[in-house]
């Protein structure tokens, strides 16, 4: 980790070594091809597809400030923001009963 480490918008912890993941604010399948994206955690990025689906990231959650108001995003960012920033999970996640 170096003091020129991008950083997460969603969780504010540095992103070490280029282990970014490039989130599409508005879904590729939902006309974002092309469009704004933001340079996350890979475990950051993983929760955000296991909890919203394409359609709900297109059409409530499609800027950094509307994903951190969900508040399912909004305890895993609590909890994933005491942890070191190049943490991730070893177990796979999966996609999240609704």
């Given at each position: 980790?170096?003091?020129s480490d991008p950083i997460c918008p969603l969780c504010n912890r540095p992103i070490p070594n280029g282990?970014?993941?490039l989130h599409h604010l508005i879904p590729k399948l939902k006309g974002g091809?092309?469009?704004p994206t933001v340079l996350l955690?890979?475990?950051c990025h993983k929760e955000v597809h296991a909890t919203?689906?394409?359609a709900e990231l297109a059409r409530d959650f499609n800027t950094v400030e509307s994903l951190r108001t969900?508040?399912?995003l909004n305890r895993?960012?609590?909890w994933v923001r005491k942890r070191p920033p190049g943490f991730h999970s070893?177990?796979?996640g999966r996609r999240r009963g609704r």
């Open positions: 980790m170096t003091n282990t970014g993941s091809k092309g469009g955690h890979k475990i919203l689906t394409e969900h508040p399912r895993f960012l609590d070893k177990v796979p």
